[in-house]
């Protein structure tokens, strides 16, 4: 999917909601444990419940890596379901991965090749020759991680080098010589208010993926006040606030309408550029 295709769902939905699909199996309602997949059984029911609602889903490659074979099967057939069913939905495979460049090239063979999916999240660490191994498939984008939610983001994302520039902005300079805003995005937690505002100076066309809303406690508001541009520009992701929404048998009508109160409030945000 490109640019203008991710913005074209953006405005037809008036959502750019991203339902994050964190699967797990010790907090999914009971009843599915009888199922012959039950993280699977969980995974259809809220796409089925939400893709209406939503641009893109993002699975995070521990919920399933953290189950062995059955977690990699359940992702598998999470990833085709979407593509079969919702093929206008972006894909998020949340990996965080990264690593010399021949491996780098297993990791991106995997998500792109294997699986087809859309985008991978990569940790920018390591440098060039561990990024560009995931930029030579067209219209497969690179998420890469810059300003991350968590407080832990002050440890290094923050520090200063000799000229006062903070690593994150090295990240976003540097990053931005290696692939375009065509195949490039940036994670920018929604925890990190108004500092959207520097990391708009450095990157004002980008798309940035955006966890933090919900159960971290992010604001919406915040984000779309100092962070969307004229394209959006934004992919909002709520995993546990969206996915966890009830404990019942009627876990999928609640996910919908947690869905349904983050996508109000985005189509009222969107008012702004559209
Ligand atoms: O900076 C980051 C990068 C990634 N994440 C991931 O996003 C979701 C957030 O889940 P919630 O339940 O909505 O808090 C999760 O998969 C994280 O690993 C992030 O939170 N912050």
């Known amino acids: 999917m490109n640019k203008q295709q991710l913005f074209e769902n953006i405005k037809r939905k008036k959502s750019f909601l991203c339902v994050g699909l964190d699967t797990d199996i010790k907090k999914i309602p009971a009843h599915l444990l ?54 206008d939905q972006f894909i998020i495979a949340d990996a965080k991965r990264g690593d010399i460049g021949n491996t780098s090239e297993m990791y991106a063979r995997s998500f792109f090749d294997e699986l087809n999916i859309d985008s991978v999240t990569v940790a920018p660490y390591m440098g060039e020759d561990s990024v560009k191994p995931f930029l030579i498939y067209p219209e497969k984008w690179v998420i890469l991680l810059a ?26 300079k540097t990053s931005q010589q290696w692939a375009s805003d065509e195949q490039m995005m940036y994670v920018v937690g929604a925890t990190q208010g108004k500092m959207f505002l520097d990391i708009r100076k450095h990157v004002p066309n980008h798309f940035l993926l955006v966890p933090g809303v919900g159960a971290q406690g992010g604001s919406l508001e915040e984000v779309c006040k100092y962070g969307m541009n004229k394209m959006c520009g934004l992919i909002v992701n709520s995993s546990r606030g969206i996915i966890y929404a009830d404990k019942t048998e009627k876990f999928a009508e609640e996910a919908r309408k947690s869905a349904k109160a983050v996508q109000t409030e985005m189509e009222e945000q969107l008012k702004a550029i559209l």
Not at 51 to 72: H, Q, R, T
Not at 148 to 170: A, C, I, M, P, Y
Request: aromatic share 14%; glycine share 4%; net charge negative.
């Open 34 to 87: 009888k199922e012959e997949d039950p993280i699977f059984a969980f995974n259809k029911a809220i796409i089925d419940a939400t893709a209406d609602l939503c641009i893109a889903y993002k699975p995070n490659l521990a919920f399933y890596e953290s189950m062995g074979v059955k977690g990699w099967i359940a992702f598998e057939k999470t990833v085709n379901y979407i593509k079969e069913n919702y093929p």
């Open 147 to 172: 300003l991350t939610s968590n407080k832990g983001s002050h440890d290094f994302q923050l520090t200063e080098d000799v000229n006062g520039e903070r690593l994150f902005e090295k990240v976003l």
